[in-house]
């Protein structure tokens, strides 16, 4: 077995990307995405080159569990996958969320894990300077968030209306949820999660599921209701 691994991403989880024999590659995206001033994860530059090395499979199986990161990054590993001659199996094992989302999107066959979740939204950036460096900047992320509602509207045959409808109320959908619009094909019920999000500060419609801590919470409680019974 060839594993080709970079630098374990500060705070972000885990990238590798095996040969695993058989005609079989395996991708596992669990953290970042790009580098930016909250986090270190993969870039596209080192998903290329690392892809490269996998040598020739007929099928890659796309591992994801990702609170998202840079848009550019993910736009270009997503190109990568589906130009790829091999079949990319998506297996969404924990969160595929911004632009893990798009990621997601290169499977010809998408599964995800029966607690699993799928996010999306409009595409956010910041710029300093004048007025009209912030009116620009406004027309980019129009322009950029237009590129995902392509993309999302062409795997999930939603109507577009309906998808920026979803992105500009970041949307969170659930495994049958994201199995009935289009987001995903199966659910893998024999895999349940225990995802949560390392800085809910982050998004605005954050499911009660997924916030840090819950399960000790939730076990706390239990204990005061035996308690008390």
Known sequence: ??????????????YRIVNKGNDRGEVCLYGSIGQDWFSEGVTAKQFSQDLKRLGNV??????????????????????????????VITHIDGIAASAASLIAMAGSEIWI?????????EVR???RGQADDLRR??????????????????RTKQEASKIKK?????????????????FADH??????????????????????????????IEA?????????K
């Open 58 to 87: 007929s099928t890659i199986d796309l591992r994801i569990n990702s609170d998202g990161g840079v848009v550019t990054d993910a736009r270009s590993i997503y190109t990568l996958l589906v130009e790829h001659k091999a079949k």
């Open 1 to 14: 077995m060839t594993v080709i691994r970079m630098p374990k991403p500060k705070a972000s989880g885990d």
């Open 187 to 216: 659910i893998s019920e024999n895999m349940k999660v225990a995802a949560s999000i390392a800085d809910p500060s982050r998004f605005t419609n954050l499911p009660a599921a997924l916030r840090p801590g819950r399960q000790r």
């Open 125 to 127: 950036g910041g710029v």
């Open 137 to 154: 900047m406004a027309d980019v992320l129009d322009l950029v968030s237009q590129t995902f509602v392509d993309t999302y509207t062409a």
């Open 113 to 121: 894990a029966e607690g699993g979740f799928v996010m999306i939204h």
């Open 220 to 228: 706390t409680l239990a204990e005061m209701r035996a308690a008390i």
């Open 166 to 182: 979803w992105m500009a109320d970041e949307t969170w959908f659930n495994s049958k949820d994201a199995v009935a619009n289009g």
